[in-house]
T-cell receptor, first 112, second 114 residues
Framework: NAGVTQTPKFQVLKTGQSMTLQCAQD?????MYWYRQDPGMGLRLIYY???????DKGEVPNGYNVSRLNKREFSLRLESAAPSQTSVYFC???????????FGPGTRLTVT | AQTVTQSQPEMSVQEAETVTLSCTYD???????LFWYKQPPSRQMILVIR??????QNATENRFSVNFQKAAKSFSLKISDSQLGDAAMYFC???????????FGTGTLLAVQP
């Protein structure tokens, strides 16, 4: 039981490049989330998916797209990376009843 | 909209002593959950303790306990017998069933002095 896994762990992009962050969970959770963490600002919600086939914007969705590929996988795509997207990105999934969220190990992304 | 405030950016405690981290929140919902997460230097987010708003009894998990004051919208974390491994960033978080979102405070960085 791996919990929530994310790839890659580290990534450096040049401005304008694109990339997809992958996330998978093996706990049969319905809801999945993408957050970004910046110094002094806590974790802010980018997008979430309440169930397979649905996605909704969070607090800071601009510049990102998501895909809920199936119940296990939820990917985050940066179409044209900007230096303001330099951050640590976390994926999480939520228990169906108890509301606790379980987090992946995070991806440190640097955009130069 | 719901908000979570952690007014202590940094705290320090001596090993074996007790420390309390503060958290206040604002909501109009009656049904919600509150959490404390720990983030050590490894970056992994670890759930420390949870509290259901409908429960009057304060949650405890070994050396960690909360003081939940629903009317005051306050949710503080007490760490007893502090250990070096408790050094981390601690985040308070709110979850309301109507929004399906977890809202985080800005965190408190806890240092533990030997």
């Amino acid at each position: 039981n791996a919990g929530v896994t994310q790839t890659p762990k580290f990534q450096v992009l040049k401005t304008g490049q694109s990339m997809t962050l992958q996330c998978a969970q093996d706990m049969n959770h319905n809801s999945m989330y993408w957050y970004r963490q910046d110094p002094g600002m806590g974790l802010r919600l980018i997008y979430y998916s309440a169930s397979e086939g649905t996605t909704d914007k969070g607090e800071v969705p601009n510049g990102y797209n998501v895909s809920r590929l199936n119940k296990r996988e939820f990917s985050l795509r940066l179409e044209s990376a900007a230096p303001s997207q330099t951050s640590v990105y976390f994926c999480a999934s939520r228990e169906n009843i108890a509301y606790e969220q379980y987090f992946g190990p995070g991806t440190r992304l640097t955009v130069t | 909209a719901q908000t979570v405030t952690q007014s202590q950016p940094e705290m320090s405690v001596q090993e074996a002593e007790t420390v309390t981290l503060s958290c206040t929140y604002d909501t109009s919902e009656s049904d919600y959950y509150l959490f404390w997460y720990k983030q050590p230097p490894s970056r992994q987010m670890i759930l420390v303790i949870r509290q259901e708003a409908y429960k009057q009894q304060n949650a405890t998990e070994n050396r960690f306990s909360v003081n939940f004051q629903k009317a005051a919208k306050s949710f503080s974390l007490k760490i007893s017998d502090s250990q070096l491994g408790d050094a981390a960033m601690y985040f308070c978080a709110y979850y309301g069933g109507a929004t399906n979102k977890l809202i985080f405070g800005t965190g408190t960085l806890l240092a533990v002095q030997p």
